[in-house]
């Protein structure tokens, strides 16, 4: 069964102080994984597409990387307004047009 | 350009009660989404269309029904609410497959 793995749940950290969120996931095939960004109250905002191994993506103190097992999603010095939820999403080979989500990682920067 | 709207944004439903979400875009994407998300469940895709006219069931149907009629309108129904409905509900569209998703602002939803 298709599945994606968010960890951790919930992460605590100081403005500057660099950390990493993971995405792993078990699919038939991927065809891309995607990252996303949700604050309170509003819906998922696009932030990045991976769609093979060892590709990378950045944006801002923000980078993404896939590997063939997981992805990380990099954050570099934050600030308080890098605080929201990170999604991950994936999209497989199986022919579908569905998109399969992890449950997220509520991220708090505190300055 | 408004891209992905939903309405109402908010409603308080008794059990059984029937509504219609309404999700509309102005992006002329052939691909719309609805989706619940519950705290810890993440984003569970209801139905979903594929074009005007085609509608096809997601992971958690039951207790819903929708429908495309016109390309750029989603509607989602609850025929008769349930408290296991009290949701967020949020609409997206996507332009092609592979591509990222567009999601709208959202509907909190409230059976009691």
């Known amino acids: 069964e298709d599945q994606v793995t968010q960890s951790p749940e919930a992460l605590r950290l100081q403005e500057g102080e660099s950390s990493s969120l993971n995405c792993s996931y078990t699919?038939?095939?991927?065809?891309?994984l995607f990252w996303y960004r949700q604050d309170p109250g509003k819906g998922p905002e696009f932030l990045f597409t991976?769609?093979?191994a060892g590709e990378e993506k950045e944006k801002e103190r923000l980078k993404a990387t896939l590997t063939k097992k997981e992805s990380f999603l990099h954050i570099t010095a934050p600030k308080p307004e890098d605080s929201a939820t990170y999604l991950c999403?994936?999209?497989?080979?199986?022919?579908?047009?569905?998109?399969?989500f992890g449950t997220g990682t509520r991220l708090k920067v505190l300055a | 350009n408004a891209g992905v709207t939903q309405t109402p944004k908010f409603r308080v439903l008794k059990t059984g009660q029937s509504m219609t979400l309404l999700c509309a875009q102005d992006?002329?994407?052939?691909?719309m989404y609805w989706y619940r998300q519950d705290p810890g469940m993440g984003l569970r895709l209801i139905h979903y269309?594929?074009?005007?006219?085609?509608?096809a069931k997601g992971e958690v149907p039951d207790g819903y029904n929708v429908s495309r009629l016109k390309k750029q309108n989603f509607l989602l129904g609850l025929e008769s609410a349930a408290p296991s409905q009290t949701s967020v509900y949020f609409c997206?569209?996507?332009?092609?497959?592979?591509?990222?998703?567009?999601f709208g602002p959202g509907t909190r939803l409230t059976v009691l």
């Open positions: 999403a994936v999209q497989t080979t199986s022919g579908t047009y569905k998109y399969i």
């Open positions: 699919v038939s095939g991927l065809r891309g």
């Open positions: 991976l769609y093979s």
């Open positions: 992006m002329n994407h052939e691909y």
């Open positions: 269309s594929v074009g005007e006219g085609t509608t």
């Open positions: 997206a569209t996507l332009v092609g497959w592979g591509n990222e998703q567009f």
